[in-house]
């Protein structure tokens, strides 16, 4: 089965800097995707980043952006420049062959002023 | 371009009895997703349509829920009778084949 692991269960930065998401991943399949979800406190579930996993390059979108390690199963989200705006629950998942996604237990991240 | 709508986006209930949650994904989305997602935990799929046919319903507890997605557009999510361990955010996606989810604001259901 699947699995995916968070082991961050909270996280806090300051305003302006930088901070990374651990994610590991457990899978069989050779070609799948893997996806980083914000949840904030309205607990509406928006897509952040997206990573194929047979593409080489690291997905970046604007602040964020990933560092894919396939050999390691590892897929973690940097923030760069963290705003007020980032505080909210990140889910780190993985698609299955049927298209559904398997979460992580999500880490907490609060930006400090 | 409109989102995923759910409702209610609150639903406060007794155990046993029953309740039924409503999704409307974005036009065009085949795939139609319910999620459950459990206070302090990542969503859990409960079941996924591809149209209006079941792709994938192993974790539905099916002696409870039911669900149905008519025409294949709007989906419908029915628990009977609900269980004081159901209390949840229900989460509804739709996405392209093949392409990202895109989620609803959610239900939060409390059953008493």
């Known amino acids: 089965a699947q699995t995916v692991t968070q082991s961050q269960p909270e996280m806090s930065v300051q305003e302006a800097e930088t901070v990374t998401l651990s994610c590991t991943y457990d899978?069989?399949?050779?070609?799948?995707?893997l996806f980083w979800y914000k949840q904030p406190p309205s607990r509406q579930m928006i897509l952040v980043i997206r990573q194929e996993a047979y593409k080489q390059q690291n997905a970046t979108e604007n602040r964020f952006s990933v560092n894919f390690q396939k050999a390691a199963k590892s897929f973690s989200l940097k923030i760069s420049d963290s705003q007020l705006g980032d505080t909210a629950m990140y889910f780190c998942?993985?698609?299955?062959?049927?298209?559904?996604?398997?979460f992580g237990k999500g880490t907490k991240l609060s930006v400090k002023p | 371009e409109a989102g995923v709508a759910q409702s209610p986006r609150y639903k406060i209930i007794e155990k046993r009895q029953s309740v039924a949650f409503w999704c409307n994904p974005i036009?065009?989305?085949?795939?139609l997703y319910w999620y459950q997602q459990i206070l302090g935990q990542g969503p859990k799929l409960l079941i996924q349509f591809q149209n209006n046919g079941v792709v994938d319903d192993s974790q539905l507890p099916k002696d409870r829920f039911s669900a149905e997605r008519l025409k294949g557009v709007d989906s419908t999510l029915k628990i009977q009778p609900a269980k004081l361990e159901d209390s949840a955010v229900y989460l509804c996606a739709s996405s392209l084949v093949g392409r990202a989810q895109y989620f609803g604001p959610g239900t939060r259901l409390l059953v008493l």
């Open positions: 899978t069989s399949e050779n070609n799948y995707y």
């Open positions: 998942a993985s698609e299955t062959l049927s298209g559904n996604l398997i």
């Open positions: 036009s065009g989305h085949a795939t």
